[in-house]
């Protein structure tokens, strides 16, 4: 088994920064490849970044490459997202999720486990 909680949502500014967390339970969380996602009311779940389980490669949307970073911390089974420069597009319940086989990363049907979500609300 592998319980995921996402942590470090909030409200924000648009221009501000956040860090998520995903704090996993697992005894083997380095072989698992992670995932982060968000949901806005209304719309598709969408892919935002990915990183393999080694934390060497990781894979971003294009929506938020540059202003998000992936990274991981084996050692303390945890994986971040740190948010920059945030736009009220931005907006969504974020979740991590977790697969130890991943291919392109980039859709929710690789992922074997998945957070309960937390909200990050960017005001203009």
């Known amino acids: 088994q592998v319980q995921l909680v996402e942590s470090g949502g909030g409200l924000v500014q648009a221009g501000g920064s956040l860090r998520l967390s995903c704090a996993a339970s697992?005894?083997?969380?380095?072989?698992?490849?992670m995932g982060w996602f968000r949901q806005a009311p209304g719309k598709e779940r969408e892919f935002v970044a990915r990183?393999?389980?080694?934390?060497?490669?990781?894979y971003y949307a294009d929506s938020v490459k540059g202003r998000f970073t992936i990274s991981r911390d084996n050692a303390k089974n945890m994986v971040y997202l740190q948010m920059n420069s945030l736009k009220p597009e931005d907006t969504a319940v974020y979740y991590c999720?977790?697969?130890?086989?991943?291919?392109?990363?980039?859709?929710?049907?690789?992922?074997?486990?998945w957070g309960q979500g937390t909200q990050v609300t960017v005001s203009s």
């Open positions: 999720a977790a697969t130890r086989t991943m291919l392109s990363g980039k859709t929710s049907r690789e992922y074997d486990y």
């Open positions: 990183i393999r389980s080694s934390g060497g490669t990781t």
């Open positions: 697992g005894r083997t969380f380095s072989s698992y490849a």
